[in-house]
C-alpha cells in the first residue's frame, strides 16, 4: 500500500501511524446503519492541553465519544479521523463520498487559508457540515474568514463541545430533508 493509500479496513494510513478511527462492529453499530465521517485538522489533537480558556478542558477523545452518542442517536454510524497535514485531509475528503452520507468538519487553521481543502469540499458529493468549538467571528482577524465556508453545507461556532453535537444533529437533519420522496 502507496503511504497515502485509502484502506477502509483500516482507515487512511499515514506514514507513522493510522489515525483513522471506524466505528467497529463490536460497538454494536449495525453494519447496514449509514456513516458520517468526523474529521478534525490541525493541532486538535492537543484538545484539554491548548489554550483551556478559548477551546476548554475537553479532549480528542470526548469529543469522538459525544459526537459518535450523538450520531447513533439520530441513526448515523461514526468514523472518526485527525491529522496536521493538509494533504491527508484532502485525501479523505476526496475518497469521503464513496463511503459516507455526509462529513463534519473542524478544519481548525486550515478553515481561514486551505483553497485546497475548499477545492476538495467543493467537489464531495456528499454535504460537510463546517464545526468550530470557538466562534470565529470574534476572534482574531485573520480567524474571522473562512474560505471554505461558502461550499459547506452549514456551519455551528462557538458552543465549545456542543458544536460538534449541534452539528451533528443539524447535518442529520440536512440529510433527512435530501431523504423525502417527491
Known sequence: MQEHEMDWTCGLRAANATVFRPDEPATGVAQDMPRL????????????????TQYGTFT????????????????????????????ELVDLI??????????L??????????YALRDAIDACRVPVMEIHISDIAKREPFRQLSVIHPVCAGQVKGLGLQSYIVGTKDLAAILEKGRIEP
Open 37 to 52: 465521517l468526523l474529521v478534525n485538522g490541525p493541532n486538535l489533537n492537543l484538545l484539554g492541553r491548548r489554550d483551556p
Open 60 to 87: 480528542l477523545a470526548d469529543v469522538e465519544s459525544r459526537t459518535r452518542e450523538t450520531a447513533h442517536a439520530v441513526g448515523y454510524a461514526l468514523d472518526c479521523f485527525q491529522s496536521n497535514h493538509e494533504g
Open 94 to 103: 476526496q475518497a469521503a463520498s464513496a463511503r459516507y452520507a455526509g462529513i
Open 105 to 114: 468538519l473542524n478544519a481548525g487553521a486550515l478553515t481561514h487559508y486551505s
